[in-house]
């Protein structure tokens, strides 16, 4: 079974004792660790007790798989279910665990943790296709999924955030899961006793780690979200990305915009228009997509990609301030956007 968040929270309330084995793979490495300690939980609440819960590296296994064999079969002295954390797994374990799991009436948890892995690999395949497999793909936490964390978190340890400090913090919080659960306990710290967060405990506690990527400045200038737009300019000059390479795939988006506004001219919905692209939106940028959709017109788009074509050729020009044309192109893009995503609203 492939579970999304919303799985995942429903199995933490009402854990299913018919699953065997918990596979986490992907990119985000704190998103899997904390998963694994929670997956972990449903099964032995204390972590470290030794009679329930045992750790393995996939490498030592590698060399002698049957100390896998007898750990899984083993039964707690003091009794209760036990759990087995299995870390670095690649594909080599995959017949292993099908004849463990196959001749086996153990009910030990194996969870197991992977970034190396993908959905196209042998033991991904093979455990989302059985009903005692659970299968989880972590990968960097996107705005909307930033926010279901730190909500989350924040009910956890029964505390309250007013919404112009939950979207500051939204704003400062890394991609990587790990990173994010630092600068909230950070923040819990700072607060001590008080149970509720205001913007001036953010302001004054929690770093801005947020990284980005090209795709993510296309996102927020078309989307009107300009402090986003000039916090992820900003981290991408510091990381060595030139100013006409930006505005050259923000042109890029803005071109694909205007390709499907042509679409949706001749009768197609926002939906299917965007369908049509190729290569195809990740399932995390559709809806963002759509939106822009909706509030971009032929004419706007025409007059961004003039100012865009504009602004890199000023860039190029010997003595002009590369930096200052690209950051005030995109200011007046995403001001644009918002005004624009204001009238669409109502």
Not at 254 to 283: H, N, Q, W, Y
Request: charged share 25%; hydrophobic share 40%; proline share 2%.
């Amino acid at each position: 079974m492939n579970f999304r968040e919303i799985d995942i929270e429903k199995f933490f309330k009402a854990p299913d004792k018919n699953v065997k084995c918990v596979l986490l793979f992907g990119t985000n490495e704190g998103m899997i660790a904390t998963l694994s300690q929670k997956f972990m939980k449903t099964a032995c609440d204390d972590l470290s007790d030794a009679f329930r819960v045992s750790i393995f590296q996939m490498e030592a296994l590698e060399k002698d798989i049957s100390a896998l064999y007898a750990d899984y079969n083993a039964v707690s002295l003091m009794g209760g279910r036990r759990a087995i954390l299995i870390k670095d797994v690649n594909n080599n374990l995959t017949k292993p665990l099908k004849d463990l799991l196959s001749t086996s009436t153990s009910d030990t948890l194996l969870v197991m943790t992977s970034t190396t892995l993908n959905t196209k690999s042998s033991l991904v395949s093979f455990l989302k296709d059985e009903n005692f497999g659970v299968t989880v793909g972590c990968y960097e936490d996107r705005v909307e999924n930033i926010s279901s964390y730190v909500r989350g978190y924040f009910l956890e340890n029964h505390i309250t955030i007013a919404s112009d400090a939950l979207e500051l913090l939204c704003a400062r919080l890394s991609a990587d899961r790990k990173a994010s659960l630092n600068e909230l306990e950070k923040l819990t710290t700072y607060i001590g006793s008080k149970r509720n967060v205001t913007i001036e405990d953010v302001q004054k506690a929690v770093s801005d780690t947020s990284g980005s990527s090209v795709e993510d400045l296309c996102y927020f200038v078309a989307s009107g979200q300009t402090e986003k737009a000039v916090n992820a300019y900003q981290a991408l000059l510091n990381e060595g990305e030139e100013p006409v390479m930006l505005l050259r795939n923000l042109a890029y988006h803005f071109l694909k915009l205007l390709d499907c506004v042509s679409a949706i001219e001749s009768g197609k919905t926002p939906e299917m228009a965007s369908f049509m692209l190729r290569p195809p939106l990740m399932f995390y940028r559709k809806s963002d997509f759509t939106m822009q959709l909706k509030i971009w017109k032929r004419q706007s788009l025409l007059d961004v990609l003039s100012l865009l074509y504009k602004a890199e050729r000023d860039c190029k020009t010997t003595g002009n301030p590369a930096e200052e044309i690209a950051s005030w192109s995109m200011l007046q893009i995403s001001g644009a956007a918002k005004k624009l995503k204001n009238v669409y609203n109502g």
